[in-house]
């Protein structure tokens, strides 16, 4: 496994946020943007993430997904690699950059009147989601830490997260004009809507 390219987060943060960057280096940008996101998202210190690779493999993409790792020691990092490739790379310098999810306060845990749920979603959906631009950092937390696991991907949060995010879906998938993604977008609200209500239920028991 190689972590072969280093990469300081804040040379891809201009001073100037209007000034123009080249395509490349916006893409790039956006590439180790999500890897900060989902790092910073998930209490766990490794994050098998449902975040592609990036590199084409005999023209097809690859079809491996990244591997993420934080670090707090001896400084503060980020590593990450492709579970099919050689691709791979380490960061810094990314705390304070509007990527950084980490939440300014202690997260809140699971109890008996908001317990933890958890509903899976396909590659496709998730990709939808990520897509989204309206979800606020609690749904951005629950969307890029999720996991991928032998059943699927798998998003959790706490019933009041889900009560949160249920709306932003609603509302994404109802401003969505590209049927594809709203089919999408809205068999995740389906998903998580009925989990969400299956939880009350239980407290009304
Ligand atoms: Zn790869």
């Given at each position: ?10 040379h891809l ?54 591997e ?21 790379g ?6 304070g950059?509007?990527?950084?999810l980490?939440?300014?306060i ?5 109890t ?16 939808a ?6 979800y606020d ?8 830490g999720a ?11 706490l019933e ?18 590209q049927?594809k ?8 609200f389906?998903k998580a ?11 009304e028991?």
């Open positions: 496994m190689t972590y072969s390219m280093m990469t300081n987060m804040k943060m201009p001073a100037d946020p209007v000034a123009d960057m080249p395509a490349q280096a916006q893409q790039l940008k956006k590439f180790l943007g999500a890897i900060v996101m989902a790092a910073t998202s998930s209490l766990d210190p490794v994050l098998l993430s449902a975040l592609p690779c990036r590199k084409r493999i005999n023209r097809a993409p690859c079809s491996g997904l990244l993420i790792k934080r670090r707090d020691v001896p400084h503060k990092s980020i590593l990450w690699h492709c579970t099919v490739c050689e691709d791979g380490s960061m810094t310098n990314w705390t950059t509007h990527f950084d980490a939440p300014r202690a997260p809140a845990r699971p008996a009147e908001d317990p933890e749920l958890e509903i899976m979603v396909t590659l496709q959906e998730h990709t989601l990520r897509s989204g631009r309206i950092p609690d749904c951005e937390r629950m969307i890029y996991r991928v696991t032998p059943k699927g991907v798998q998003i959790r949060g009041s997260d889900f009560d949160n995010w249920v709306g932003y879906l609603a509302a994404d998938a109802n401003h969505e004009r049927a993604r709203r089919k999408l977008v809205d068999a995740v389906q809507s009925d989990a969400l209500d299956d939880s009350m239920l239980r407290h028991d």
